[in-house]
């Protein structure tokens, strides 16, 4: 443990802040793996989960490696260095944060020589868990930096009454704050840090649990509650797990075995769902029972003066003593709960049932598989087999079967790779004969199983209307006994080597299979109709020699290649006048997945930011395709630009008030319409930015040879034949090509990433030139992937086309594009700064700048909401510019001084020496700063 900067040198000779952080800033990789070692690069993040609250997953709390800032947007907890960071997560001040950085980093504290950079740290090696807490650990920190005391502590003890970890509550206005503090063995010493042990963490009362080994087990949802429960039931040994409702996977369950389980959770639906993954986990652990208490039942045990009350959302252990319940009452009804199964009337187990021996076992309830030739001729389906008693002898009996649903197989329980996220694989047919294989979220079976069941009928599957027969449709799909497991991934596209689409993954999958899982149904209408040889003879080979149809599906097959090759998303839009055919480009690119009819693959823009998030989750390295951008509207038209590019929605609350992941994609889309994402945004009263321009690449539809969009059509045919041909050849073969080229990228995955990257970074380099802007170059990568993507399409034999077909198809595209730029190769944001200066002395010239020859002249027009004024020089008239009013409305959506840069860069404003601004005495005789915009305003290039 770094000692404190406060008795080793006085405050004065401490080095500064900047330096530290810049220090710390140039080890980067190092810091963030001591501080933060369970986290990871991402871009130019480092993403990881805040070890000062109960966080489930990385991703809110992220640290920018460029600068250091770093934030927490579930929290609003922020820094702008790695000095507060430290601070942040050590739960110390600023100045304590220095000195253990510099420690850190070897630095001396005064010096000012900025350190080599650090090699990356080993978390293992550098910091470790030191729990049970050593007797020569410092005391723990008695309060947290950001807030405060906290208002109780639980302190979780091993068997043998040795501290584990602390769980710290801090009351807020308005909710809590619930922290673990550890003690962590660091290169410096022991120390303690707000941040949970590692996985799998203890549970809270094992101490209990070893005073009493003969008593049963209750387990409650938090600490509170656990120690409330302590408290009323003697006869009981108490736990819970750490981290809340959520966390229970988290935890070692391994001191349940052998051991009669209860589990008591809040009343609510996170309750429900933490009672079941407690059931389940106790289980696996060995437990030797495990039974869930209803928190209504006991609720229901309050005096009668209370009975009538309606339980209180989220009503738990800790609320029974308030409530009034008879301690013995509880007891009681607790000890019913616990008793063996087989002493309870009208128990049953959900085993399958089993047929007596010599008449010696007795029958069993549970569910069965009924096939077609059943000889009592029974439809075919799943049934739930009830057993009941004989009035006469009191003997158990098998019960009349009752339908459950038509046949209906589980296959397997799916997990993804984190070990989260379980399900059950199912298998069914239709009453038409076609098979579905669906991969069933396990969570989709909460709340009655609506759901799940809402989804099964929409694809075919026939259930029950009785609600009691209905309602065991869960627990035949969860209580299926299943030595298979699958992998399971939460969207389309490249995991790892395979690529996984609705109903197939394409790759070796290696030991098991990996598969789609999702609760929403195939909504990216993939399909195929006609074969690969059709699709190559009437599609693909007429479009070659047309810029825009070959440039539209390379597109395709470059959606494809984006998780392959690491690109980042983005779109092109096809802008032109009505009937050009810019809907058949669309078609056309469509039909490499799937039909362009009406319902089809092709999307439309009329959609909300909202749905179309969803609409872009659902095509994860699959082309997206947008009709009509007109049809979108305008004030979203910003929003949606970034929204598709970026690859993430919008960060969301659950029901109780937790961050739920964003929907995340990767997508490449294909637009069109006649106007485009700017013109949008100009019609809402807003500006194009020039990251609209580069996420989303305007490209004329009109490809110059009077045909529209078509540089040549079949001899003897109009343009307009022939793009009802095209339409009529993707009506009949469509969707093969996709999985033809998947085929051959899957192959060898390795050698298609490797060449992607290469041509890429070659093509890229040959479009933009050696001068063009970032902005441009960002562009020419996107187009190069194009016509890679296009070049190995070719090579796999998919379209039929020459090797150069899609790189010159690509070359004319994005020469168009560049010629219709109005900065060509520069950045776009000084041309845009230039033409609003412009528009708005052309609107605004006479009537909001007075002339200065007339300014004393009583008898001259008002100049009302004056901004300056005008007057005449030797070259034109020029315009002088009140600064606010430069600020405020010329420079209107623009940085006003990076504006003002830019027109005296361009010679079209003269400044006063360091200052935009110039002295000038008005024709009222006062002195005021303008901005003096010279004529040539109106002849200057940025």
């Given at each position: 443990?770094?000692?404190?900067?406060?008795?080793?040198?006085?405050?004065?000779?401490?080095?500064?802040?900047?330096?530290?952080?810049?220090?710390?800033?140039?080890?980067?990789?190092?810091?963030?793996?001591?501080?933060?070692?369970?986290?990871?690069?991402?871009?130019?993040?480092?993403?990881?989960?805040?070890?000062?609250?109960?966080?489930?997953?990385?991703?809110?709390?992220?640290?920018?490696?460029?600068?250091?800032?770093?934030?927490?947007?579930?929290?609003?907890?922020?820094?702008?260095?790695?000095?507060?960071?430290?601070?942040?997560?050590?739960?110390?001040?600023?100045?304590?944060?220095?000195?253990?950085?510099?420690?850190?980093?070897?630095?001396?504290?005064?010096?000012?020589?900025?350190?080599?950079?650090?090699?990356?740290?080993?978390?293992?090696?550098?910091?470790?868990?030191?729990?049970?807490?050593?007797?020569?650990?410092?005391?723990?920190?008695?309060?947290?930096?950001?807030?405060?005391?906290?208002?109780?502590?639980?302190?979780?003890?091993?068997?043998?009454?040795?501290?584990?970890?602390?769980?710290?509550?801090?009351?807020?206005?308005?909710?809590?704050?619930v922290l673990p503090l550890s003690c962590w063995r660091d290169p410096g010493g022991l120390r303690w840090h707000w941040r949970a042990l590692p996985e799998p963490r203890p549970l809270y009362g094992l101490d209990r649990l070893a005073e009493r080994p003969a008593a049963p087990v209750l387990v409650t949802e938090g600490e509170k509650d656990a120690d409330g429960a302590a408290a009323l039931l003697p006869g009981f040994a108490v736990v819970t797990?750490?981290?809340?409702?959520?966390?229970?996977?988290?935890?070692?369950?391994?001191?349940?075995?052998?051991?009669?389980?209860?589990?008591?959770?809040?009343?609510?639906?996170?309750?429900?769902?933490?009672?079941?993954?407690?059931?389940?986990?106790?289980?696996?652990?060995?437990?030797?029972?495990?039974?869930?208490?209803?928190?209504?039942?006991?609720?229901?045990?309050?005096?009668?003066?209370?009975?009538?009350?309606?339980?209180?959302?989220?009503?738990?252990?800790?609320?029974?003593?308030?409530?009034?319940?008879?301690?013995?009452?509880?007891?009681?009804?607790?000890?019913?709960?616990?008793?063996?199964?087989?002493?309870?009337?009208?128990?049953?187990?959900?085993?399958?049932?089993?047929?007596?021996?010599?008449?010696?076992?007795?029958?069993?309830?549970?569910?069965?598989?009924?096939?077609?030739?059943?000889?009592?001729?029974?439809?075919?389906?799943?049934?739930?087999?009830?057993?009941?008693?004989?009035?006469?002898?009191?003997?158990?009996?098998?019960?009349?079967?009752?339908?459950?649903?038509?046949?209906?197989?589980?296959?397997?329980?799916?997990?993804?790779?984190?070990?989260?996220?379980?399900?059950?694989?199912?298998?069914?047919?239709?009453?038409?004969?076609?098979?579905?294989?669906?991969?069933?979220?396990?969570?989709?079976?909460?709340?009655?199983?609506?759901?799940?069941?809402?989804?099964?009928?929409?694809?075919?599957?026939?259930?029950?209307?009785?609600?009691?027969?209905?309602?065991?449709?869960?627990?035949?799909?969860?209580?299926?006994?299943?030595?298979?497991?699958?992998?399971?991934?939460?969207?389309?596209?490249?995991?790892?080597?395979?690529?996984?689409?609705?109903?197939?993954?394409?790759?070796?999958?290696?030991?098991?299979?990996?598969?789609?899982?999702?609760?929403?149904?195939?909504?990216?209408?993939?399909?195929?109709?006609?074969?690969?040889?059709?699709?190559?003879?009437?599609?693909?080979?007429?479009?070659?020699?047309?810029?825009?149809?070959?440039?539209?599906?390379?597109?395709?097959?470059?959606?494809?290649?984006?998780?392959?090759?690491?690109?980042?998303?983005?779109?092109?839009?096809?802008?032109?006048?009505?009937?050009?055919?810019?809907?058949?480009?669309?078609?056309?690119?469509?039909?490499?997945?799937?039909?362009?009819?009406?319902?089809?693959?092709?999307?439309?823009?009329?959609?909300?930011?909202?749905?179309?998030?969803?609409?872009?989750?659902?095509?994860?390295?699959?082309?997206?395709?947008?009709?009509?951008?007109?049809?979108?509207?305008?004030?979203?038209?910003?929003?949606?630009?970034?929204?598709?590019?970026?690859?993430?929605?919008?960060?969301?609350?659950?029901?109780?008030?937790?961050?739920?992941?964003?929907?995340?994609?990767?997508?490449?889309?294909?637009?069109?319409?006649?106007?485009?994402?700017?013109?949008?945004?100009?019609?809402?009263?807003?500006?194009?930015?020039?990251?609209?321009?580069?996420?989303?690449?305007?490209i004329p539809a009109d490809a110059g040879a009077g045909l529209g969009l078509f540089d040549h059509v079949p001899e003897g045919q109009t343009p307009g034949a022939f793009a009802d041909a095209l339409r009529a050849a993707v009506r009949k073969h469509h969707g093969t090509a996709l999985l033809a080229y998947l085929e051959a990228l899957a192959a060898d995955p390795d050698g298609m990433r490797a060449y992607l990257v290469r041509y890429i970074g070659?093509?890229?380099?040959?479009?933009?030139?050696?001068?063009?802007?970032?902005?441009?170059?960002?562009?020419?990568?996107?187009?190069?992937?194009?016509?890679?993507?296009?070049?190995?399409?070719s090579h796999a034999g998919v379209t039929g086309w020459d090797s150069e077909e899609a790189p010159q198809a690509v070359r004319r595209c994005f020469a168009d594009w560049l010629a219709a730029r109005p900065a060509g190769r520069g950045e776009s944001e000084p041309a845009d700064m230039l033409a609003a200066v412009r528009h708005f002395l052309e609107q605004n010239g006479e009537a909001r700048f007075a002339g200065w020859d007339r300014g004393e002249?009583?008898?001259?027009?008002?100049?009302?909401?004056?901004?300056?004024?005008?007057?005449?020089?030797?070259?034109?008239?020029?315009?002088?510019?009140?600064?606010?009013?430069?600020?405020?409305?010329?420079?209107?959506?623009?940085?006003?001084?990076?504006?003002?840069?830019?027109?005296?860069?361009?010679?079209?404003?003269?400044?006063?020496?360091?200052?935009?601004?110039?002295?000038?005495?008005?024709?009222?005789?006062?002195?005021?700063?303008?901005?003096?915009?010279?004529?040539?305003?109106?002849?200057?290039?940025?």
């Amino acid at each position: 443990m770094a000692d404190s900067p406060k008795q080793d040198r006085p405050r004065a000779q401490r080095q500064s802040f900047a330096t530290i952080a810049a220090a710390a800033l140039a080890s980067v990789d190092a810091v963030l793996s001591r501080w933060l070692p369970e986290g990871k690069r991402e871009g130019h993040e480092w993403t990881a989960r805040n070890p000062t609250r109960a966080d489930n997953r990385a991703g809110s709390f992220r640290v920018n490696l460029k600068s250091g800032r770093w934030s927490d947007f579930a929290t609003g907890d922020r820094g702008g260095d790695l000095v507060s960071l430290v601070a942040y997560l050590d739960g110390c001040t600023q100045g304590t944060a220095a000195d253990a950085l510099a420690v850190f980093l070897g630095i001396q504290s005064g010096t000012t020589d900025a350190p080599k950079p650090a090699k990356a740290a080993k978390p293992a090696a550098e910091s470790s868990p030191a729990s049970p807490v050593p007797t020569d650990a410092p005391p723990a920190p008695a309060a947290h930096s950001k807030h405060g005391r906290p208002a109780t502590v639980w302190v979780y003890r091993d068997s043998e009454g040795r501290e584990l970890v602390r769980v710290c509550r801090f009351d807020k206005p308005g909710g809590k704050d619930v922290l673990p503090l550890s003690c962590w063995r660091d290169p410096g010493g022991l120390r303690w840090h707000w941040r949970a042990l590692p996985e799998p963490r203890p549970l809270y009362g094992l101490d209990r649990l070893a005073e009493r080994p003969a008593a049963p087990v209750l387990v409650t949802e938090g600490e509170k509650d656990a120690d409330g429960a302590a408290a009323l039931l003697p006869g009981f040994a108490v736990v819970t797990s750490p981290g809340g409702a959520r966390s229970a996977a988290k935890a070692d369950w391994a001191p349940l075995r052998g051991r009669r389980v209860l589990v008591w959770p809040d009343g609510d639906a996170p309750g429900a769902a933490y009672a079941a993954d407690v059931a389940r986990l106790a289980k696996a652990a060995g437990a030797l029972s495990v039974a869930i208490v209803k928190p209504e039942d006991l609720a229901a045990l309050r005096p009668a003066e209370r009975a009538a009350e309606p339980m209180p959302d989220g009503w738990g252990a800790a609320d029974a003593a308030p409530a009034g319940i008879p301690t013995d009452a509880l007891a009681a009804a607790l000890d019913a709960l616990q008793a063996p199964a087989a002493t309870k009337p009208g128990a049953r187990r959900a085993k399958a049932p089993q047929g007596r021996e010599g008449g010696s076992s007795a029958p069993r309830a549970g569910f069965v598989l009924i096939g077609p030739d059943d000889h009592r001729g029974l439809r075919p389906g799943v049934y739930w087999c009830p057993v009941g008693s004989d009035r006469a002898t009191g003997e158990a009996v098998e019960g009349e079967p009752q339908f459950i649903c038509s046949p209906l197989r589980v296959e397997a329980k799916t997990r993804d790779a984190a070990g989260g996220e379980w399900g059950r694989l199912l298998t069914w047919t239709d009453a038409e004969g076609r098979a579905h294989t669906w991969a069933m979220p396990a969570s989709m079976t909460a709340r009655g199983g609506d759901e799940l069941r809402e989804h099964l009928l929409s694809e075919g599957l026939e259930i029950a209307t009785d609600p009691n027969r209905r309602r065991r449709l869960a627990d035949y799909i969860m209580g299926a006994e299943l030595d298979r497991f699958a992998r399971c991934v939460a969207r389309t596209g490249w995991h790892g080597g395979v690529f996984v689409l609705p109903d197939r993954t394409i790759g070796d999958t290696g030991a098991e299979p990996v598969i789609l899982q999702t609760g929403a149904g195939d909504g990216t209408k993939l399909a195929t109709a006609g074969t690969l040889d059709d699709w190559r003879a009437s599609v693909a080979l007429p479009c070659a020699g047309n810029s825009r149809l070959v440039f539209a599906l390379s597109l395709g097959f470059a959606a494809v290649c984006l998780g392959l090759c690491g690109a980042e998303g983005g779109g092109f839009h096809l802008r032109g006048r009505s009937s050009a055919g810019k809907s058949t480009a669309l078609a056309v690119a469509a039909s490499i997945f799937g039909p362009a009819a009406p319902d089809g693959y092709v999307r439309q823009w009329k959609a909300t930011d909202n749905s179309l998030e969803s609409v872009a989750a659902l095509h994860s390295d699959l082309l997206l395709c947008l009709d009509e951008i007109g049809q979108l509207e305008a004030r979203s038209a910003a929003g949606v630009a970034y929204l598709l590019a970026n690859g993430a929605g919008k960060s969301r609350a659950r029901r109780d008030g937790s961050l739920r992941a964003p929907a995340t994609w990767r997508v490449l889309f294909l637009s069109n319409g006649e106007i485009g994402l700017g013109d949008l945004m100009t019609e809402a009263g807003g500006r194009a930015r020039a990251g609209m321009e580069v996420r989303v690449v305007d490209i004329p539809a009109d490809a110059g040879a009077g045909l529209g969009l078509f540089d040549h059509v079949p001899e003897g045919q109009t343009p307009g034949a022939f793009a009802d041909a095209l339409r009529a050849a993707v009506r009949k073969h469509h969707g093969t090509a996709l999985l033809a080229y998947l085929e051959a990228l899957a192959a060898d995955p390795d050698g298609m990433r490797a060449y992607l990257v290469r041509y890429i970074g070659t093509f890229a380099d040959e479009l933009a030139g050696s001068s063009a802007a970032g902005q441009v170059r960002r562009v020419a990568q996107r187009f190069a992937l194009v016509a890679a993507a296009g070049v190995l399409a070719s090579h796999a034999g998919v379209t039929g086309w020459d090797s150069e077909e899609a790189p010159q198809a690509v070359r004319r595209c994005f020469a168009d594009w560049l010629a219709a730029r109005p900065a060509g190769r520069g950045e776009s944001e000084p041309a845009d700064m230039l033409a609003a200066v412009r528009h708005f002395l052309e609107q605004n010239g006479e009537a909001r700048f007075a002339g200065w020859d007339r300014g004393e002249d009583d008898r001259a027009p008002r100049t009302l909401a004056r901004c300056g004024w005008r007057r005449k020089s030797d070259t034109g008239q020029e315009f002088l510019i009140y600064p606010e009013s430069f600020r405020q409305e010329v420079c209107k959506g623009f940085d006003a001084r990076e504006v003002a840069r830019v027109l005296a860069r361009c010679g079209a404003l003269q400044p006063e020496g360091d200052s935009m601004t110039r002295t000038v005495r008005l024709p009222s005789g006062e002195k005021a700063r303008v901005y003096r915009v010279l004529p040539t305003i109106w002849e200057v290039e940025p």
